[in-house]
């Protein structure tokens, strides 16, 4: 609404200038008034083609659950139910009343933890045996059916020995974490490492780099956009398994508030929870799509 | 002698079968000299060069340069590769710099490094383009930057392995005259691939013709006695590259024509 009449007011003066101020004035005037005024057009496009639609979808989604559910023999609550039972949640997500009973804020930073340090470590451990694995022939004639198996164990398979082992939850949840990401991390690394093109061997070669200036100058920068693929595949999938893990494992979590909701029949509270564990796998995803395309900028094929 | 290939013999071997691709290739390059390889593709002109490069190893034979045997790849057989090859990560100026850097690290400082860079950047006339990078430019820049790159190696030969097939007429009319005032003006050892008559003609002060593989031999070699520096247009009248042009035409269309694999 302000936009346009900021055009309006804009191409007004354009064509009540020329009398009073000349032609000199004239020609200013476009120059310092287009270009703002096409940013803010531009702008409050990309705004409404890229936010109106969803909204739209949104609300007529809301609008079908609350019908649905606002009879009295629906299982499930409706949306102005759960707005009314998790307001309080919602505008107080920092509480901490000792024990399980803290905000939701504490839940997710207490998954988001765990999974920091598992995706970190499976981060370090799988570009590293990717390396491996695409460098080596033996290595990989070796290492690759081994991860071809491994790869599809579902993650809570691994979580009970991952208890027996560590005897304890928080690194027996890391451990799972860590299991479950490293496999595309380890695979995309190798296949990016096998497609590096002969000729940047061969220019390595010419130029006599020694292992670690191979490594530094033509491996990494080169495989980067494969690594960073399988980094992201990484992270969606250790979301994934932390809200299974912490469920069972209990303590402080987003996975195990869900279970807690639950076992105290709060629908509403779980309801919350899955928006919640969404907008922060969605922010996950992105921030690991802004962080390789700062880093792989400029790799893509010369 | 500069550089010699001496006997070389080259057999790929892939399980049981065996492709003899280069008998008895014997050839001694003079310093300052610049010969080019012409034969038709498949003859194993470029398996030659990569070996002259130490990127592939001869079965029989060797490489002398200098009196020394060379078996492995380094800066001082600097190669202009066909697509350039320049990495696209890195800015032109990286791409070069990375070259110097790695060539120069003990006997430059840091300051004589980044000027040396620039001085063969301005050579080729890219100094303009020196933030861009590879993705950036045009076909015909990427190939001066490669230039660039290997001539700042001061290569003791400089291998190019056929540097204008990638490129458009106009484009490679201008770089071959680019090589040919830098060849005069530095007077490198130059080792060149190709398979364009004109061009070996224009720029070489020897042409040797290889026989069609399997099994290629050096057919003949033919010196161009034309005086330096040369110039396109004059040449197109001149008796003596006429003369040239015929004899290497002459070679590849009829006394070694290019049999189509069945």
């Known amino acids: 609404m302000n936009m346009t009449v900021a055009k309006k007011k804009l191409t007004g003066e354009v064509v009540s200038l020329p009398q009073p101020a000349g032609a000199e004035t004239v020609v200013q005037l476009p120059v310092t008034g287009r270009p703002v005024l096409k940013k803010l057009g531009a702008f409050a496009l990309t705004a409404a083609t890229n936010i109106v639609p969803p909204m739209i979808v949104i609300a007529l989604l809301l609008g079908i659950w609350e019908l649905l559910c606002s009879n009295s023999g629906a299982t499930l609550p409706p949306p102005s139910t759960v707005w009314n039972d998790t307001k309080e949640l919602i505008f107080d997500p ?18 988001l933890q765990r999974v920091a340090l598992g995706y970190a470590m499976a981060a370090a451990a799988g570009i590293a045996l990717g390396t491996l694995v695409g460098q080596s022939t033996w290595a990989m004639r070796g290492l690759d059916p081994i991860f071809q198996v491994l ?18 939850g928080q690194p027996a949840a890391i451990f799972v974490i860590f299991i479950t990401s490293i496999w595309p991390i380890i695979i995309n690394t190798a296949v990016g490492i096998r497609n590096i093109p002969q000729d940047y061997r061969n220019v390595a070669l010419v130029l006599k780099l020694n292992p670690l200036e191979y490594f530094y100058k033509i491996m990494v920068p080169s495989a980067a956009p494969y690594i ?22 209990g303590g402080v979590g987003i996975g195990f508030f869900i279970w807690d909701a639950w076992n105290s029949s709060h629908i509403s509270e779980i309801i919350l929870s899955l928006i919640y564990v969404g907008i922060v796998g969605f922010v996950l995803d992105r921030v690991v799509v802004a962080v390789s395309s700062i880093v792989t900028r400029g790799t893509a094929k010369a | 002698m500069y550089l010699k290939i001496d006997h070389v013999d080259k057999t790929f071997q892939r399980g049981s079968q065996r492709t003899e691709v280069l008998r008895g290739i014997t050839l001694d390059i003079e310093k300052g000299e610049y010969v080019s390889i012409i034969g038709h593709s498949g003859c194993g002109k ?46 032109v100026y990286d791409n070069v710099r990375l070259a110097v850097d790695k060539v120069f690290w003990k006997t430059k400082s840091r300051a004589e490094r980044d000027a040396w860079t620039l001085h063969n950047l301005d050579l080729v006339q890219m100094v303009h383009a020196k933030d861009k990078r590879p993705a950036e430019i045009s076909g015909g820049m990427k190939q001066r930057v490669g230039i660039a790159r290997a001539l700042a190696m001061e290569p003791k030969v400089l291998l190019l392995d056929e540097p204008f097939g990638a490129l458009d007429a106009l484009t490679r009319a201008h770089l071959q005259d680019s090589v040919m005032a830098l060849h005069q003006k530095l007077g490198n050892t130059v080792m060149m691939i190709t398979h364009d008559v004109d061009e070996a003609v224009l720029l070489s002060d020897r042409i040797v013709m290889m ?26 009248s001149d008796p003596a590259y006429i003369k040239c042009r015929a004899a290497v035409l002459k070679f590849l269309y009829e006394r070694h024509r290019y049999v189509e694999a069945a």
Not at chain 1, 229 to 241: D, F, H, P
Not at chain 2, 62 to 68: A, Q, V, Y
Not at chain 2, 70 to 80: I, M, S
Request: hydrophobic letters at 50%.
């Open chain 1, 94 to 111: 920092f509480f901490d009343r000792g024990g399980i009973d803290k905000g939701l804020f504490w839940h997710l930073s207490a998954s």
């Open chain 1, 151 to 168: 790869r599809t164990v579902p993650p809570l398979a691994w979580l009970p020995l991952s208890l027996a082992a560590f005897r304890q």
């Open chain 1, 228 to 249: 960073f693929t399988g980094l992201r595949i990484g992270i969606g999938l250790s979301w994934l398994a932390i809200v299974a893990a912490e469920m069972l494992i």
């Open chain 2, 46 to 91: 470029s398996t030659l060069l990569n070996i002259v490069a130490g990127l592939t190893n001869a079965t029989n034979g060797g490489i002398i340069l200098e009196g020394r045997q060379v078996d492995e790849p380094g800066p001082d057989r600097a190669v202009v590769f066909q697509n350039h090859s320049l990495l696209p990560w890195l800015t």
């Open chain 2, 211 to 236: 026989t069609n593989g399997p099994a290629a031999t050096i057919g003949d070699v033919l010196e161009v006695p034309l005086a330096h520096p040369r110039k396109r247009l004059e040449l197109v």
